[in-house]
């Protein structure tokens, strides 16, 4: 069973930080490509930040400077950094899984439950 768990969502004021935590289990992290997604309301879910194997990232053009993704193998965990938030960073934020299950060693891509982020003042 693959399951991902989001934390670390929250009111915060514009101009503020905050960590998103993703904890990931039954897939073989450290080989996993994961990847942070946002939707707000009426609006399409679209990714946000991924972290490719081999110590790539990408960033949609909309938080680049700002949000950064980052991993820890040793803990099965991946991270979102996000500084200077604005409003329109306001969307609930999905963590995404593509790599290796390791219960039949399929390749899965699986999606956590997500965690709100509000920004406003």
């Known amino acids: 069973q693959v399951q991902l768990v989001e934390s670390g969502g929250g009111l915060v004021q514009p101009g503020g930080s905050l960590r998103l935590s993703c904890a990931v289990s039954g897939v073989t992290f450290s080989t996993c490509v994961m990847s942070w997604y946002r939707q707000a309301p009426g609006k399409e879910r679209e990714m946000v930040a991924a972290d490719i194997i081999g110590g790539r990232t990408n960033y949609a053009d909309s938080v680049k400077g700002r949000f950064t993704i980052s991993r820890d193998n040793a803990k099965n965990t991946v991270y979102l950094q996000m500084n200077s938030l604005k409003p329109d960073d306001t969307a609930l934020y999905y963590c995404?899984?593509?790599?290796?299950?390791?219960?039949?060693?399929?390749?899965?891509?699986?999606w956590g439950q997500g965690t709100q982020v509000t920004v406003s003042s």
């Open positions: 995404k899984a593509f790599g290796q299950r390791m219960i039949d060693s399929k390749i899965v891509s699986a």
